[in-house]
């Protein structure tokens, strides 16, 4: 069936060896994602505000970490839930 939500591609590419950062816009807030470097930023794009998000996790540990952090604005919803509400093309790799 191939890639149906931001979340299938997430899963397809944040592990992969050609993968630095993935990235996505959601509701007036720009995130990167980072594997290697164990983080999430964001940035507030209507104020500019930048926040940082270190992880001591490794592996499959770390990805479901990231996944379940709730970063958005409102801190409500995680990473995974605004990914599968996201079509594919927004993750940019």
Do not use: W
């Not at 470097?37 to 592996?59: A, M, P, S, V, W």
């Not at 770390?62 to 079509?87: C, H, Q």
Request: aromatic fraction near 12%; include cysteine.
């Amino acid at each position: 069936m191939g890639m149906v939500t931001a979340l299938d591609k997430f899963y397809e590419v944040f592990e992969g060896k050609d993968t630095d950062n993935v990235c996505f816009v959601y509701e007036s807030m720009h995130y990167m994602l980072s594997y290697r470097g164990r983080f999430i930023i964001t940035e507030d794009l209507e104020n500019q505000e930048e926040y940082k998000y270190c992880f001591d996790e490794h592996g499959r540990a770390l990805t479901e970490t990231i996944l379940n952090s709730k970063v958005n604005r409102a801190k409500d919803k995680s990473i995974r839930e605004i990914l599968a509400g996201l079509p594919p093309e927004k993750l940019l790799v």
